[in-house]
């Protein structure tokens, strides 16, 4: 007998939950999913504020806004990478198929990044209620992506914690499969095709295009832009990491 | 008889070592097996392929009559453990214990209990803290208390003390008499395994050179000691799989058992007649064919130890 055929045996039932369960698994790293993400939020917002109140002190009573807002979001690059690097390999030993980790952790992200968004929403709100805590400083309630409304700026912040998450996740699925050459290769040809983009603008003359696509288009525009580019890069992290041993 | 497993040429190719050369074997339902040979001979390439961790590069795998890759249904009817298996960074054997209860259907809570106890385990220490025997002790709890219908344990007593190895094997029979599972274990401690294994699986450099119920490997080989001359005349021309000598005392293990007629020969000869361990036989085996191999300049003797860095790596 060289070839096998399937079909006698007994048709079982797959156990239900099978990928909820897998957010459960995820949020055993309590430290990755919850309290590094807390802190930096609370670490960043702190900060914002104690350089808003030196600004203010400074005689500056116009609207103040930092990039310190930023961070919190950032780090679900890291969290992207964890939830790979470190609970990949357990997954396999609980005998999950790679897409229900994949799906799971994309839902476990999906949670932390609900929950981040609600923070960064309840905040902003506060802010917009209090003049910025009385002294005209903006942590969280930026006028660009506050446009559309709360909900709007709800679903940018969502969007952009699944955006990096799904980075992070992908590299890291990279850098696992293909080690550190392939990740370079990646990053190297990823890096060229940024370049060759700002090479055709500069030479077409097209910045202010470029510009006023952006002012056009908008917080919400370029959310439901970034909608799509972040499902692509889960298909690819998925492919990438469906064929890839433990 | 019921396999649960069938393998049709198996091949993995690593990038630059051979690890499965067209391996076909059946594992049947409700068995004990010893997966057996050198390091790097591929013994956990064939386990992590027969649970999807890995892919073959060619060749068939069937579990439970269909094919384990992406497939829950079958994957949660198996539990394979790693020998050198990563934990996310924060967990501690309880977290992993209630995630293994989360995954196997059939876990048993009271048996993972009393495991811990016997193994005197550290619920709430982070597993990278835990030492060697400690960590081999999460994989055996999650392995037994699973109990899936399959379940493979890869060198599964690393850094346990004789006395931990012995509550694996007492609580891996108690168990099994109770549950009946096929079981799939990969071993270098012949001698400690071969009261518990019913079948032997011997792999060396990629091919399986042996697939047979531990009682005829037994009977596969005859040690006969005694005068040199009168050796060779019991060997009758057999294959001689090992030759001991001193001065003109002979001690020779060859393949092939002696018939009644024979068996009188030899001891009106005052010949001795040795069992011969599963042990001695498998170590003579594996050494006769990579001393073969050397001579012949082939190239399999190598590799093996190739192939097992590639896995390792890997995991």
Redesign the interface.
Known sequence: ????D??????????RN?ML?VV??QF?????FIWVPALVLAGSWVLSIMIFWIIGGAGVTEVKAGGGSQAPLWYFLAIGI?AMT??F??S?????????FFLGSLAAAAVSGVGMSLVFVLLGLFEQATGGYGINGYFAYLDWVWAAGPFAAALAYFTATMFFFTIGFWFATIFKRFGALGLTIVLLALGLALVGFIALVTFQQAWPAVGQWFMATGALGLTLWAIPVTGLLAVGSYLTL??M?? | MNSVIQVRNLTKRYKDALALDGVSFDIEQDAIYGLLGRNGAGKTTAMSILTAQNLPTSGEVRVFGENPYENARVLSRMCFVRESQKYPDDATPRHAFAAARLFFPRWDQGLADELIDDFQLPLKRTIKKLSRGQLSAVGVIIGLASRAEVTFFDEPYLGLDAVARQIFYDRLLADYAEVPRTILLSSHLIDEVSNLIERVLLIDAGRIIMDESAEDARALATNVVGDAAAVERAVNGREVIHREGLGRVASVTFLGRLDGAERAAVVADGLELAPVSLQQLIVRLTQQRSGRDRSTGDAFASTGSDADTQEGSLR
């Open positions: 007998m060289t070839t096998l399937s079909g006698a045996a007994l048709q079982h039932q797959v156990p099978r369960n459960r698994l055993v790293n309590t430290q990755t964890q470190m609970t390999p357990f396999q030993a609980m005998s999950l198929t790679r897409r229900e469906r064929r041993p433990a």
